[in-house]
């Protein structure tokens, strides 16, 4: 069965502004979300979040940019909710 990713307004609002290779990143990301889940392994470095973004993931799209999700818990829904440069 596949996974199903919905986007946050706020998402897609940043994704307009993103740089296109940010783009592109995501929507592999996004794709390989849909066929294998949100639990990824390999370049993605997906991750859980603590503080106020407890029960959030992270995923690296690249060394600065980063998808916050989360996973709904009644079923195979990823809710992908902003686009962000990570801040060192």
Not at 38 to 55: A, D, I, M, V, Y
Not at 73 to 80: F, K, N, P, R, S
């Amino acid at each position: 069965m596949e996974w199903q990713v919905f986007e946050a307004r706020l998402l897609v609002r940043q994704l307009e502004r993103a740089p296109r290779k940010v783009r592109g990143d995501y929507e592999f990301w996004k794709d390989q979300v849909r066929l294998y889940g949100p639990n990824l392994h390999g370049g993605f470095r997906t991750h859980s979040l603590r503080g106020e973004r407890k029960g959030q993931r992270s995923a690296r799209l690249d060394r600065r940019w980063r998808v916050i999700f989360r996973v709904v818990e009644d079923g195979l829904i990823v809710e992908a909710l902003e686009l962000t440069p990570h801040r060192y």
